[in-house]
């Protein structure tokens, strides 16, 4: 039966989503754009199961979140608690779910969730904020409130249309930081007890830092100062020289590899290639690459078949702390 799915993207990544949603299923689609970061395919015939997998495959990588759309409302003209409740029990199963509520121009949309949350206690559910198996989104879109219900792990993201908030914490090095801590969370990465990590491009030491907390001895290579607060932790080994440098006289064999420099994606490509060498199989690699030029989409396309080479991709994706930039992770071949 056809259903129309909201999906969210960065606000100027929408004819790329749109083009891989085409690309991923073929045939006649109709897409409405209801704002800077949120659209409509309307009345599809592909289950919203169908296009979660292909984002999770890595054939849509610039679609951030997906709900499954069940009812729109107009501001000035919203359900009571009665007839919202009503609406929204048709669609769930469970007693306990998680509400998330945005607004497209940037809101929290707190006002929304609180109406949804006191709407289903009145009929006994129990509303979390989020690490609930079922999610009802809210999204407000120009002058309308739009409800979305999805199992979460159709969702892509744990977070109100995929914007993961993280903390600006004291000890923060870099405001990069927050694409190493979404990859973790939003990929639910498991990184080695005790494990050697590489980290190439690593000044001011944002990514080391994140490493360091996941347990890891780290390698930081990059000709650039490291944060004083880093200097002193013996498990940091800052190499004050260029990737190709370190490689030419390395001779330790890493858990994790991480790049966030910035170069072009297929250049970026070629030196995780360089980096494979010193990656035991099956380790883990985690990338930004950087978008711009005319044609970021088969840009990263190239890079990703570069990476092919050598790493099995799992995940390629736009995360909200990205910008123009798409997160992969892969491992090292056997």
């Not at 003209?77 to 919202?84: A, M, N, V």
């Not at 990737?243 to 072009?264: C, E, Q, S, T, Y």
């Amino acid at each position: 039966m056809p259903c129309s799915i909201l999906f969210s993207f960065a606000s100027d990544s929408y004819r790329y989503a749109v083009r891989e949603i085409r690309e991923a299923f073929p045939g006649e689609h109709r897409f409405e754009r209801l704002g800077a970061e949120v659209a409509r395919l309307a009345d599809s015939t592909v289950p919203v199961e169908q296009v979660a997998t292909a984002c999770d495959e890595g054939r849509i990588m610039f679609v951030r979140h997906l709900t499954r759309e069940i009812a729109g409302y107009a501001l000035d003209d919203l359900p009571t608690e009665p007839e919202l409740a009503t609406t929204l029990l048709d669609e769930l199963t469970g007693r306990t779910v998680a509400v998330q509520a945005w607004i497209d121009d940037g809101g929290t949309g707190g006002t929304y969730r609180r109406l949804i949350a006191d709407a289903l206690a009145t009929r006994g559910v129990t509303s979390e904020r989020s690490g609930q198996e079922v999610v009802v989104s809210a999204v407000v879109a120009g002058k309308q409130l739009l409800l979305g219900v999805n199992r979460l792990a159709d969702s892509l993201s744990d977070w109100p249309g995929g914007q993961m908030r993280l903390a600006r914490g004291k000890d923060r090095v870099s405001r990069s930081e927050f694409k190493l801590e979404e990859a973790i969370a939003t990929f639910g990465l498991e990184l080695p007890k005790g494990g050697k990590a590489l980290d190439l491009g690593a000044s001011p030491g944002g990514w080391t830092r994140i490493l360091r907390q996941h347990g890891q001895e780290v390698w930081s290579v990059d000709p650039g100062s490291l944060d004083p607060r880093l200097r002193s932790d013996r498990r940091i080994h800052h190499e004050q020289t260029t990737a190709g440098r370190f490689f030419a006289a390395n001779r330790v064999r890493f858990d994790v590899v991480v790049n966030d420099m910035r170069m072009d994606q297929q250049t970026s490509a070629r030196m995780m290639l360089d980096a494979a060498a010193h990656l035991r199989p099956r380790g883990l690699a985690v990338i930004t690459l950087k978008g711009g030029g005319q044609n970021p989409l088969d840009a990263t396309r190239h890079a990703l078949q570069t990476l092919r080479a050598t790493y099995t991709i799992h995940h390629a994706r736009q995360l909200h702390h990205n910008r123009n930039e798409l997160t992969v992770v892969a491992r090292r071949a056997d």
